[in-house]
């Protein structure tokens, strides 16, 4: 599997962005991109600022483990926002060659 290019991300940011669903995994994508692409520096599951930023593929790929135990088991965010985060964040770094569901 390979990763997306630049283009299909910023194509699937702008799909996310029409189609304003308000699901809690709708929202785990939505701020996962608007992270990766330099929009906003929260990190989506703390809210905290990131370093670097944007954030590089090493920091995306650290992010995307960490994503993955978030979605079993994160003290205050819901399941859904959480696995809507790890499968935005997999789907960037290649690791599963589908888009994120909406």
Known sequence: MGRPGPGQVLA???QVKQRK???PHANGVRDTLSW???MKNKWP???TPSSPFPPD??????A???AKIAAKSHPRLSREYCTGVWECLAWIC???AK???L
């Open 12 to 14: 699937f940011a702008k």
């Open 64 to 66: 995307t483990g960490k």
């Open 57 to 62: 593929m090493d920091t995306i790929t650290q």
């Open 94 to 96: 290649g690791d599963t």
């Open 45 to 47: 599951l703390t809210g």
């Open 99 to 101: 888009a994120p569901r």
């Open 36 to 38: 990766v692409l330099g």
């Open 21 to 23: 669903s308000t699901s």
